[in-house]
């Protein structure tokens, strides 16, 4: 596959470097470039929140999962599609009424500025772990496909996906997203029929493994997941940004439930292919391989180009959405700029140090977002949907809000990054992995007493 593979991913990432020069005479305003115009229809939407979610976590990652825990691997998708239906019924409306860019200054219209600079510094941190997540798994997949760790394919690879982000922006990654979402479904799609009605293997263990929990995946990981993976695609800044670049507040609603919908029928597609894998392939057959790499090597060719680039066009729809929001909520939100040249600026260097992260770093896809996730949940979902629900009603207690970020946040912080020197010092293991759910508990109780508080005080200067 090497040379055909490395002659159609220059084909490939050509195109989308022609798509973003021609798209630079559509730039005129900032708006043009952080939020896409702000007039895009129902299915640009739909196809560019779905290009955006099904990433490196939500095909290699997920496929992995459940070659290693079984069905209820599903959760971290399935969860996805719930919160992504929660939105839509309850804020989605109300959110895109707000005509707001980002997330952060969604949190300055309903709190306050401090606010906003705190979200943001919350996000581009965190952020920068999920865009080096995705990278990790394009640096996985060039490897995979060329036969060969080449670093210098990596590099080549990453900075071409930024500069087209940067040339661009949100026009250009809203146009390649149809094209990644189409080859996307196509590949996994080619995929699933291919090991289900060509290969075959034991189908009746597989039906017999379908299941809801495990030994490998009990309640509490089911209700963790719930609040941490469902929370970010409940109010997260990548889901969100869909949200904006909508042209009203009924696009941004039915594109919600739409999408929800159909990434629920992407779940249990990409669970059946990792469910074949783990009845049909023996572990010491699998090896080190991931289990959607392993599947790319035992179709027949076209097809496993055409899944490798299904995988390929996962990882870049994901990974320049990341970049984008990142760098666009950094320079509107931090340094208070609305400057096309500065979030291209940010563009680069937020994609050369998540390129160093991976290339230094030896986490996996699931932790690298997993850890970025936990920190964001805990400290920004409750406290900001407090917010946008108490939104020209009540008057929070800034103060006090900002306090539920920071204490959320820093109990998923401890988690992701502190869990052993906290071991060392007599923290029992068990609870440090509670730390994420306590966070939001405690984010969400502060934030709920920050508008009683106010609400007091309203009531006493009455």
């Not at 095909?59 to 939105?87: C, E, H, K, N, R």
């Not at 590099?155 to 026009?171: D, E, K």
């Not at 940010?346 to 140090?353: D, E, I, M, N, Q």
């Not at 770093?361 to 805990?378: F, H, K, V």
Request: net charge positive.
């Amino acid at each position: 596959m090497n040379n055909t593979f490395l002659i159609a991913l220059i084909i490939y990432l050509l195109v989308f470097l022609v798509i973003s020069i021609a798209d630079i005479k559509k730039i005129s305003v900032f708006t043009d470039y952080a939020v896409a115009g702000r007039h895009q229809g129902s299915f640009a939407v739909i196809m560019t929140m779905l290009a955006t979610i099904i990433g490196a976590s939500t095909t290699i990652g997920i496929t992995d999962t459940v070659y290693s825990i079984g069905f209820p691997g599903i959760w971290w998708l399935a969860f996805g599609a719930i919160g992504l239906m929660l939105q839509s019924f309850l804020i989605s409306e109300k959110v895109r009424g707000l005509n707001v860019s980002t997330l952060p200054e969604l949190a300055k219209v309903t709190v306050g500025k401090p606010a906003e600079v705190l979200l943001a510094a919350v996000i581009v941190i965190s952020w920068i772990g999920v865009i080096a997540g995705q990278l990790v798994a394009m640096n996985s997949l060039i490897t995979f496909a060329t036969g060969k760790s080449s670093r210098g394919v990596f590099l080549i690879v990453s900075a071409i996906v930024i500069l087209y982000t940067i040339i661009g922006g949100q026009l250009s990654v809203v146009r390649t997203d149809r094209i990644q979402l189409f080859i996307i479904l196509a590949g996994v799609l080619v995929c699933f029929f291919y090991l289900y009605f060509v290969k075959g293997g034991d189908i009746y263990a597989i039906c017999n493994g379908v299941e809801v929990v495990n030994e490998n995946y009990g309640p509490v990981n089911m209700f963790t997941q719930f609040f941490v993976i469902g929370g970010v695609y409940f109010l997260g800044p990548d889901i969100m940004s869909r949200n904006f670049i909508s042209k009203d507040a009924k696009t941004a609603k039915d594109s919600a439930i739409i999408s929800g919908l159909i990434l629920l029928l992407f779940a249990i597609l990409i669970t059946m292919v990792g469910m074949w894998l783990r009845v049909n392939v023996p572990q010491e057959v699998m090896g080190d391989n991931k289990a959607l790499m392993y599947a790319v090597s035992i179709i027949p060719k076209v097809p496993a180009i055409l899944l490798v680039f299904g995988l390929l066009s996962a990882i870049l729809s994901s990974t320049d959405t990341c970049m984008i929001n990142a760098a666009t909520i950094f320079v509107k939100d931090i340094l208070g700029k609305e400057s096309v040249a500065a979030v291209r600026i940010t563009v680069a260097v937020l994609g050369v140090l998540s390129s160093l992260l991976c290339i230094t770093g030896s986490s996996d896809i699931m932790t690298l977002l997993s850890n970025a996730y936990s920190i964001y949940t805990p400290g920004v979902i409750f406290p900001l949907l407090v917010a946008i629900i108490a939104h020209g009603r009540r008057k929070l207690n800034l103060p006090l809000w900002l306090v539920a970020v920071a204490a959320g946040g820093s109990l998923g912080l401890a988690n992701a990054y502190l869990s052993k020197p906290l071991i060392s010092l007599g923290v029992p293991e068990e609870l440090i992995s509670y730390f994420p759910l306590i966070g939001m508990g405690v984010s969400l109780v502060i934030a709920l007493v920050s508008v009683r508080w106010n609400a007091k005080a309203e009531n006493k200067a009455k």
